[in-house]
T-cell receptor, first 116, second 113 residues
Framework: GAGVSQSPRYKVAKRGQDVALRCDPI?????LFWYQQALGQGPEFLTY????????KSGLPSDRFFAERPEGSVSTLKIQRTQQEDSAVYLC??????????????FGPGTRLLVL | RKEVEQDPGPFNVPEGATVAFNCTYS??????FFWYRQDCRKEPKLLMS???SGNEDGRFTAQLNRASQYISLLIRDSKLSDSATYLC??????????????FGKGTHLIIQP
């Protein structure tokens, strides 16, 4: 079946431009996560949704970052007034249930953002 | 101090050899532990979960030492296809499905023919 998909796969933005990154989770997956992975680093948690509810946004680096999942399926990560330090791969992951049981997170291919 | 620390390597290992890496974590309340594998320019994929009793999956063995707060991964009879970055992952609570994962920087493994 289809896995997690993300679009665009690559995005080049000029500093100060707003960008929107899309994630389509696996159908039926309740939990959705966004991570940021800088070059040479491991992914870092940004935010978490359970259905349409954003339950944790503690990892968002600044108020320029905003995420939504209005219908509990597709999610969008928006970055306003992009800065060079925002250049990274943005990974989306989904999992079936969010009941605190061990549950595999399946990652999408990521969006590679380069801010010039 | 980073929550999850790994030796970044690279580990250059001849094909067929056994290789092991460790990872330490700082949060003693961490409940779940995993090894993920990430190929160059690809997304991370779950390799295996790590249980207190240790677990084995083919050539791969994972161990958890709660007292010393480290986990390990052992790869036997290494293959060229094992070349990748291995990410140590912990979660603060019961599972990865409801918690953001905390990743180490990864250990880069290169298997040489």
């Amino acid at each position: 079946g289809a896995g997690v998909s993300q679009s665009p796969r690559y995005k080049v933005a000029k500093r100060g431009q707003d960008v929107a990154l899309r994630c389509d989770p696996i159908s039926g997956h309740v939990s959705l996560f966004w991570y940021q992975q800088a070059l040479g680093q491991g992914p870092e948690f940004l935010t978490y949704f359970q259905n349409e509810a954003q339950l944790d946004k503690s990892g968002l680096p600044s108020d320029r970052f905003f995420a939504e999942r209005p219908e509990g399926s597709v999610s969008t990560l928006k970055i306003q007034r992009t800065q060079q330090e925002d250049s990274a791969v943005y990974l989306c992951a989904s999992s079936f249930v969010g009941l605190g049981f061990e549950e595999t997170q399946y990652f999408g291919p990521g969006t590679r953002l380069l801010v010039l | 101090r980073k929550e999850v620390e790994q030796d970044p390597g690279p580990f250059n290992v001849p094909e067929g050899a056994t290789v092991a890496f460790n990872c330490t974590y700082s949060n003693s309340a961490s409940q779940s532990f995993f090894w993920y594998r990430q190929d160059c320019r690809k997304e991370p994929k779950l390799l295996m979960s790590v249980y207190s009793s240790g677990n084995e999956d083919g050539r791969f063995t994972a161990q958890l030492n709660r007292a010393s707060q480290y986990i390990s991964l052992l790869i036997r009879d290494s293959k060229l296809s094992d070349s990748a970055t291995y990410l140590c992952v912990v979660t603060p609570h019961g599972g990865g499905g409801a918690d953001g994962l905390t990743f180490g920087k990864g250990t880069h493994l290169i298997i040489q023919p």
